[in-house]
């Protein structure tokens, strides 16, 4: 008969994650599990995935040195997360069913504008959630029992303390006193969506996130050589140090605009390690310019398309999300 130590830590690993259940089973060493759904970018040559597929990472993987996994993963000394895997850019790609359904919406050219739209809100729902996970949430999610991992418990308990500032006590539910944690709304996020096509992606932030403050910046880019020029710019003079900042740009194809965007930020205060990208498509040349420039960036997108063509349009991406979103 199993003892009572033995069954707690069995219940404790079958609550836990899937990913953490297989690092248990392989006697990993705390710190060094590694979530399937993020890796680093290679410094390297940026290539798409074949048509049709549709990965969970959005480029060649690296092999793992436990070094690298744990510069992505919680730092039990500190209860942070490296953002910066290693100073490398992270690309997620959500592999949910319901983010591959609202792309292919996109896709359609069949797809009238109020769907369209709407659609585009959906996805940014989705991606926005993802993509907050780790601001808003515990790191490795809640276990009610400690998870040993080759002993070392603590470690792996630090694993679970908030990053977000978060507010505790207790409320009376219809049946009796339970504690609780909301999350902090004096620290809220900056959502930035760059105009036009940024309203819709970013229509559904302020429902996801508990607090957020919104600025809007109008970039447009020159039809003939591809650079953009501001038009809008109603970010505050000084960004707080530690904000946290999503910026929402539908198309990342040649990467000039959300450079842009996120230098003005960086002028104004804001750190790249606090920046995440939210985007409907992405295409390798704004990736590794975004790689390039700067390191230890969080991009989040529903889908990575293979190419750009000569009018700086991705391919086969879902045309101009401006134009469809407001039918012009």
């Not at 953490?20 to 970018?41: D, I, Q, T």
């Not at 410094?43 to 690298?68: D, K, V």
């Not at 302020?206 to 710019?233: C, F, M, W």
Request: contains cysteine; glycine residues 6%.
């Amino acid at each position: 008969m199993p003892s009572p130590a033995t069954t707690t830590a069995a219940a404790a690993a079958a609550s836990a994650p899937l990913h953490l259940r297989a690092c248990a089973r392989r006697r990993v060493a705390p710190g060094s599990c590694f979530h399937p759904s993020r890796a680093p970018l290679n410094s390297g040559r940026l290539t798409a995935p074949a048509p049709g597929q549709a990965p969970l990472l959005a480029s060649p993987l690296p092999r793992l040195s436990p070094t690298a996994a744990r510069a992505a993963s919680p730092d039990a000394a500190t209860s942070t997360r490296s953002p910066t895997s290693g100073g490398q850019m992270l690309v997620f790609v959500p592999p949910h069913p319901l983010i591959k359904h609202w792309v292919s919406v996109l896709r359609n050219e069949q797809t009238p504008c109020a769907i369209f739209k709407s659609a585009m809100a959906e996805l940014g729902r989705l991606l926005i959630y993802e993509a907050s996970r780790d601001w808003l949430a515990n790191i490795l999610g809640h276990i009610s029992e400690p998870f040993i991992v080759d002993g070392a418990s603590d470690a792996m308990i630090n694993c679970f303390k908030p990053l977000q500032p978060t507010i505790t006590g207790e409320i009376e539910t219809p049946v009796a006193v339970s504690s609780v944690e909301f999350i902090d709304p004096r620290e809220p996020v900056l959502v930035v969506p760059i105009l036009r096509a940024g309203l819709a992606l970013a229509e559904n932030a302020s429902s996801v996130l508990p607090a957020t403050k919104t600025y809007h910046l109008g970039l447009r880019r020159d039809e003939e050589t591809l650079q953009p020029s501001i038009y809008l710019n109603n970010l505050p003079d000084k960004i707080p140090e530690g904000t946290r900042v999503l910026v929402v740009d539908p198309m990342l194809a040649t990467g000039g605009t959300i450079v842009a965007a996120i230098d003005l930020l960086i002028e104004r205060g804001a750190n790249s390690k606090n920046i995440k990208v939210v985007s409907a498509v992405a295409a390798p040349p704004a990736l590794q310019k975004l790689s390039n420039k700067f390191p230890g960036l969080h991009v989040y997108t529903g889908i990575i398309d293979p190419e750009v063509n000569e009018k700086g349009f991705i391919v086969p991406g879902l045309g101009d999300a401006g134009d469809r979103s407001f039918a012009t």
